[in-house]
């Protein structure tokens, strides 16, 4: 049975009591996401990071989105980068007063975890922990990432082991400071060859302290008119099928064939999927150099231009571009799940599985079983994570195999201008126009 740390008469007591916060809280009980007043929690979201800084200390320019996303249908934004040492109060306000919660990325470009060179340290944990803390405080703070895309080519499993370390170490330290059971998770790079391992690790081992809280995906395969089984969804719900914890898509919205259409979101809201996954999030609210944006703040202009970031106007009142806009609005609006109360739900938790922890493949994944997890500050060449590939197959979720469909286009084939998952491509180079401009005027 999948050890719990929550207790769901707990959590039932929670509902009872939460009256006066402006908006429900949301947690994870067994598979699924709730909010405290007891409803099944579907996440429509919407990435957004503005600017390669901290997106939530514009107070006007959060009122003015968060207005629009209320209209596109949104309930979550996903933001990757932030300043824990702003003021996030009045965005965080804007986006609870339209009912839009928050997935917030613990690490930054300096504190991510390395693939190539793993480990999580005493000053990443810390760096971590600071951004908790500064939104801990908010009702609309739905969940936090440890990493994203930290394993994106197919042998760097070799860090796994660090990412869920890292849940490991800011779980304890929520638990420590007292604050509610806010989801820890992980977003991953959709790598056929690491499905579904990757998600089976992060889930495995029956001590619910060491994993994940939920696991996502950044999926790019569903492009143009595709269906459910010809973009690789039939394979993604196959593997997902009897997972333990909540998993949705972090990242998805293949822009390949325009105009969008995001015809993707009847399978995940629909009878195909949303049984098993709660929801979605589309790459992303502005539009850059990567043609995924639903809005715009104004026409391009010129990369040096003083009123822009790499060709792009980044704050001011957004407008929808057309046709994605209404597409991705009209689809929303005709799916609306409701999922299963908790208190019909909470009967079941107990009898959720743990997967098994898979056992390493020839040139494949390389972390063989429940390997121990590395101490804060261990590093890879300090460990024994790792075992000579034996073969072997991954275990747990029934039926699932390692690859999509074949048919299926791959999310670097898909998302090629857009890498890593942090597409700040336009905002990238104009930042290196900025500061050859300033070496110049010196």
């Known amino acids: 049975m ?28 067994g598979a699924k996401f709730f909010t405290s007043d007891g409803n099944q929690f579907y996440i429509k979201g919407v990435a957004y990071q503005l600017t390669v800084g901290d997106p939530l200390v514009d107070t006007n320019q959060c009122q003015l989105d968060a207005a629009l996303m209320q ?36 690490d930054t470009f300096t504190t991510a975890i390395n693939q190539e060179d793993p480990m999580f340290n005493q000053t990443q944990l810390n760096d971590f922990e600071a951004v908790l803390d500064a939104f801990q405080g908010y009702d609309n703070l739905a969940g936090v990432f440890v990493g994203n895309e930290v394993l994106n080519f197919a042998n760097g499993s070799t860090a796994a082991p660090y990412i869920k370390a890292a849940a490991r170490d800011v779980k304890a330290y929520r638990d420590s400071k007292g604050y509610r059971p806010i989801p820890v998770g992980y977003s991953a790079a959709d790598i056929p060859a690491l499905r579904p391992f990757l998600q089976n690790f992060l889930a495995c081992g029956g001590d619910a302290s060491e994993t994940v809280d ?53 399978a995940i ?60 609005k009209n689809q929303w609006a005709t799916l609306t799940p409701t999922g299963i109360a ?47 590939a034996t073969g072997g197959s991954p275990s747990g979720t029934a039926g699932s195999t390692a690859s999509g469909t074949g048919s299926a286009p791959s999310a670097s084939a898909t998302k090629s201008t857009a890498n890593g998952g942090r597409e700040v491509v336009g905002m990238t180079i104009a930042l290196a126009i900025v500061m050859l401009s300033f070496i110049v005027w010196l």
Do not use: K
Not at 75 to 85: L, M, S
Not at 96 to 106: K, Q, R, T
């Open 214 to 266: 939920f696991f996502s995906l950044n999926v790019y395969e569903w492009c143009g008119d595709s269906s459910y089984t010809i973009s690789g969804y039939s394979q993604l719900e196959a593997n997902a099928t009897g997972y333990p914890l909540p998993i949705f898509l972090s990242e998805t919205g293949c822009n390949t064939v325009p105009p969008r259409t995001f015809g993707d979101q009847a």
């Open 71 to 106: 209209q596109l249908g949104a309930n979550t934004i996903r933001v990757y980068h932030v300043d824990a040492g702003s003021n996030h109060d009045g965005c965080m306000s804007a986006f609870s007063d339209a009912g839009i919660y928050l997935f917030v990325d613990l």
């Open 342 to 388: 908790l208190s019909a739900y909470s009967a079941s938790v107990s009898g959720l599985s743990t997967p098994a922890c898979p056992t390493s493949t020839p040139n494949g994944w390389l972390v063989n079983g429940n390997a121990a997890l590395p101490s804060i500050g261990q590093t890879g060449a300090a460990t024994a994570i790792t075992a000579s």
């Open 2 to 29: 999948f050890t719990q740390l929550f207790s769901v008469t707990a959590i039932l007591a929670t509902i009872a009591i939460h009256t006066a916060s402006a908006i429900p809280t949301i947690s994870q009980v």
């Open 269 to 328: 809201f629909g009878s195909e999927m949303a049984n098993t996954w709660s929801g979605a999030i589309i790459y992303e609210w502005i539009e850059e150099a990567n043609n995924y944006g639903l809005i715009s703040y104004g026409p391009e202009v010129a990369a040096t231009a003083t009123e822009g970031v790499g060709g792009f106007i980044r704050s001011g009142t957004p407008t929808p571009i057309s046709p994605d806009f209404t597409n991705l």
